[in-house]
Nanobody
Protein backbone atom coordinates (compact mmCIF):
# COMPACT_ATOMS: atom_id res chain seq x y z
CA UNK A 1 0.00 0.00 0.00
CA UNK A 2 1.33 3.42 -0.96
CA UNK A 3 -0.07 6.83 -0.08
CA UNK A 4 0.94 9.78 -2.23
CA UNK A 5 0.80 13.47 -1.34
CA UNK A 6 1.58 16.14 -3.94
CA UNK A 7 2.75 19.66 -3.17
CA UNK A 8 4.34 22.63 -4.90
CA UNK A 9 1.51 23.79 -7.11
CA UNK A 10 0.54 27.43 -7.42
CA UNK A 11 0.08 30.42 -9.69
CA UNK A 12 2.90 31.44 -12.00
CA UNK A 13 3.28 33.71 -15.02
CA UNK A 14 3.96 32.26 -18.45
CA UNK A 15 7.66 31.52 -18.83
CA UNK A 16 8.07 30.85 -15.14
CA UNK A 17 8.97 27.69 -13.26
CA UNK A 18 7.54 25.46 -10.56
CA UNK A 19 8.74 22.27 -8.90
CA UNK A 20 6.15 19.75 -7.84
CA UNK A 21 6.91 17.14 -5.19
CA UNK A 22 5.17 13.87 -4.44
CA UNK A 23 5.91 12.29 -1.07
CA UNK A 24 5.16 8.58 -0.72
CA UNK A 25 4.58 6.48 2.35
CA UNK A 26 5.79 2.92 2.65
CA UNK A 27 9.14 1.18 2.94
CA UNK A 28 9.21 -0.21 -0.60
CA UNK A 29 9.04 3.09 -2.48
CA UNK A 30 12.12 2.19 -4.49
CA UNK A 31 10.19 -0.76 -6.00
CA UNK A 32 7.63 1.53 -7.63
CA UNK A 33 7.62 3.18 -11.00
CA UNK A 34 6.14 6.66 -10.69
CA UNK A 35 4.22 8.93 -12.99
CA UNK A 36 2.84 12.44 -13.26
CA UNK A 37 -0.47 13.11 -14.97
CA UNK A 38 -2.57 16.24 -15.35
CA UNK A 39 -6.17 17.13 -15.93
CA UNK A 40 -7.38 20.47 -17.21
CA UNK A 41 -11.00 21.63 -16.77
CA UNK A 42 -13.27 19.85 -19.21
CA UNK A 43 -10.51 17.59 -20.46
CA UNK A 44 -9.43 14.03 -19.82
CA UNK A 45 -6.52 13.19 -17.58
CA UNK A 46 -3.33 12.92 -19.60
CA UNK A 47 0.17 11.57 -19.19
CA UNK A 48 2.96 14.03 -18.41
CA UNK A 49 6.03 12.04 -17.31
CA UNK A 50 7.14 8.76 -15.77
CA UNK A 51 10.27 7.40 -14.11
CA UNK A 52 11.49 3.89 -13.37
CA UNK A 53 12.20 2.63 -9.85
CA UNK A 54 15.90 3.48 -10.12
CA UNK A 55 15.48 6.75 -11.96
CA UNK A 56 17.45 5.31 -14.84
CA UNK A 57 14.60 5.51 -17.32
CA UNK A 58 12.21 8.36 -17.95
CA UNK A 59 9.47 9.16 -20.44
CA UNK A 60 7.73 12.41 -21.29
CA UNK A 61 4.71 13.58 -23.21
CA UNK A 62 5.68 15.40 -26.40
CA UNK A 63 3.99 18.56 -25.09
CA UNK A 64 6.44 18.84 -22.16
CA UNK A 65 9.69 17.42 -23.59
CA UNK A 66 12.56 19.80 -23.11
CA UNK A 67 10.64 21.85 -20.51
CA UNK A 68 9.80 19.36 -17.73
CA UNK A 69 12.14 17.04 -15.88
CA UNK A 70 11.08 14.21 -13.59
CA UNK A 71 13.41 12.88 -10.92
CA UNK A 72 13.28 10.87 -7.73
CA UNK A 73 15.08 10.55 -4.42
CA UNK A 74 14.45 7.07 -3.04
CA UNK A 75 16.11 7.94 0.25
CA UNK A 76 13.43 10.59 0.77
CA UNK A 77 10.54 8.60 -0.77
CA UNK A 78 9.89 11.55 -3.07
CA UNK A 79 9.55 12.23 -6.77
CA UNK A 80 9.78 15.64 -8.36
CA UNK A 81 8.59 17.37 -11.49
CA UNK A 82 10.62 20.41 -12.43
CA UNK A 83 8.55 22.53 -14.80
CA UNK A 84 10.26 25.30 -16.74
CA UNK A 85 9.07 27.65 -19.49
CA UNK A 86 5.51 27.17 -18.35
CA UNK A 87 2.68 27.96 -20.74
CA UNK A 88 -0.98 28.78 -20.06
CA UNK A 89 -1.88 25.41 -21.59
CA UNK A 90 0.03 23.71 -18.75
CA UNK A 91 -2.72 24.86 -16.38
CA UNK A 92 -4.23 21.76 -14.76
CA UNK A 93 -4.46 19.68 -11.64
CA UNK A 94 -1.32 17.57 -11.50
CA UNK A 95 -1.48 14.06 -10.06
CA UNK A 96 1.24 11.74 -8.89
CA UNK A 97 0.79 8.00 -9.45
CA UNK A 98 2.60 4.79 -8.53
CA UNK A 99 2.75 1.19 -9.73
CA UNK A 100 4.74 -1.65 -8.17
CA UNK A 101 7.45 -2.57 -10.67
CA UNK A 102 11.19 -2.80 -10.22
CA UNK A 103 12.31 -3.04 -13.85
CA UNK A 104 12.99 -0.30 -16.37
CA UNK A 105 9.31 0.36 -16.75
CA UNK A 106 7.96 3.83 -17.43
CA UNK A 107 4.24 3.39 -18.07
CA UNK A 108 2.30 6.17 -19.75
CA UNK A 109 -1.19 4.69 -19.45
CA UNK A 110 -3.50 5.75 -16.64
CA UNK A 111 -4.71 2.15 -16.25
CA UNK A 112 -1.15 1.00 -15.47
CA UNK A 113 -1.09 2.78 -12.12
CA UNK A 114 -2.53 1.47 -8.87
CA UNK A 115 -2.09 4.42 -6.54
CA UNK A 116 -2.91 8.09 -6.97
CA UNK A 117 -2.46 11.28 -5.00
CA UNK A 118 -5.11 13.93 -4.47
CA UNK A 119 -3.58 16.37 -6.94
CA UNK A 120 -2.12 19.86 -6.81
CA UNK A 121 -3.32 22.84 -8.85
CA UNK A 122 -0.97 24.54 -11.29
CA UNK A 123 -2.18 27.77 -12.89
CA UNK A 124 -0.15 29.58 -15.53
CA UNK A 125 -1.27 33.08 -16.39
CA UNK A 126 -0.60 34.69 -19.76
Amino acid sequence: QVQLVESGGGLVHAGGSLRLSCAASGRTFSSYAMGWFRQAPGKEREFVAAISWSGGSTAYADSVKGRFTMSRDNAKNTVYLQMNSLKPEDTAVYYCAAVYYSGNYVPARIASYNYWGQGTQVTVSS
